[in-house]
């Protein structure tokens, strides 16, 4: 059988998956994605499970925003939504951001050519042509109704601190808070670690990177609306095979998501689900994917570090997980991040 069949079987089967699912769960949950994509590669991963979770019938993809102050990173994500037959979902720049390296991976991928032609398509040519991140974000949350919207940041949080203290413009009179606090109904964030496996020392990166940022966010975030963050703990746990990215994205001569694992690192490597674990929560929370701890408020202490402390009345809590969990969710993540393109 050619490759066409196999494709539109495929598709097929992805359409039958996305109907049953949308009758199960009824509304798609509607997210943003806020990411650092090209200073890791698990960021690729989880756009591409959120892809395949649309395709699903499980959630709808509103906007894409990087944080990472590189115009490769947005032109990656253009590449990604073009591949997964969604070209017009809206993207954001971050202005005046940090870690403007280009990384190992998002370059190569936007360039990669073959006989001197570019292989992967994407609707803007130029990343000076893609709005500034904190825009898309406002135009999208005015748009939606409201405590409809989840967030989904898993990299630094520059452009949700910009968003919580920007004020009123064309989109909405309220200011970034005030729209935030109307709109969106759960921030999921990979950020920070609560286990003791590492020393006091260490500093999660996403927090690290852009403390202000992060201590900005903590200290503007709505305290109505209910933030889960998962940890550096969890995503360590949880491991993306390299025997997946070997056999699994096959059925295109070229991926995105596997061309740029094998630039990020000399293959065969395993890597962990970090971002990953942020969205398979937001969309599936119910799923018993992982553990909640107890109700609490994090903060950035003095040392720059996220911190968590108990409170009954509280509105955030972190992942955890048990080894049972990690079985299973690994296969999850695993199957979605390589899922074929569909409808």
């Known amino acids: 059988m050619g490759i066409r069949p196999i494709l539109a079987c ?28 090209g200073n890791d590669i698990d960021d690729a991963l989880a756009l591409a499970v959120i892809h395949s979770l649309q395709s699903r019938g499980e959630c709808e993809l509103l906007a894409v ?26 993207l954001g720049r971050v202005h005046k951001g940090v870690t403007p390296k280009d990384g190992s ?13 570019p ?19 406002r135009k999208t949350l005015a748009a939606q109704a409201d405590r409809s919207v989840v967030m989904v940041v898993v990299g630094f949080s520059t452009n949700i601190a910009r968003l919580l203290q920007s004020p009123g413009d064309k989109y909405s009179p309220l200011t970034g808070q005030e729209l935030v606090a109307r709109k969106v109904k759960l921030l999921s964030q990979m950020i920070g670690r609560f286990d003791k496996s590492k020393p006091d020392s260490f500093h999660e990166y996403n927090v690290k990177i852009d403390v202000p940022a992060a201590r900005t966010l903590y200290a503007l975030w709505p305290d109505k609306v209910p933030v889960v963050v998962s ?18 994205y096959n059925y295109v001569k070229h991926h995105p998501v596997k061309i740029g694992y094998e630039y990020w690192h000399k293959m065969p490597y395993d890597r962990p689900t970090y971002d990953l674990t942020s969205v398979l929560y937001a969309v ?3 799923r018993n994917y992982f553990g909640l701890s107890m109700p609490g408020k994090f903060t950035i202490n003095a040392q720059g570090k996220l911190e ?21 969710t690994q296969e999850v993540l695993e199957s979605l991040s390589s899922q074929p393109p569909g409808p």
Not at 22 to 36: E, H, N
Not at 108 to 113: D, G, L, M, N, R
């Open 231 to 248: 940890g550096w703990e969890v995503g360590r746990a949880i491991q993306n095979r390299a025997t997946s990215i070997l056999n699994d």
């Open 284 to 286: 599936r929370p119910d």
């Open 308 to 328: 968590y402390s108990a409170d009954t009345n509280g509105m955030q809590r972190y992942l955890t997980v048990t080894p049972e969990q990690i079985i299973r």
């Open 119 to 137: 292989v992967f398509t994407r609707q803007f040519q130029r990343a000076e042509d893609i709005p500034e991140a904190v825009n898309v974000l």
């Open 10 to 37: 495929l598709a097929l089967i992805s359409g039958y998956y996305a109907m049953q699912a949308s009758a199960i769960a009824g509304s798609p949950v509607k997210l943003i994605f806020d990411t650092d994509i």
């Open 105 to 117: 991976y998002v370059r190569k991928v936007v360039e990669y050519s073959e006989n001197g032609k």
């Open 65 to 90: 925003t990087s944080s990472k102050d590189n115009p490769y990173s947005a032109l990656y994500c253009d590449v990604m939504n073009t591949f997964y037959g969604r070209p017009d979902i809206p």
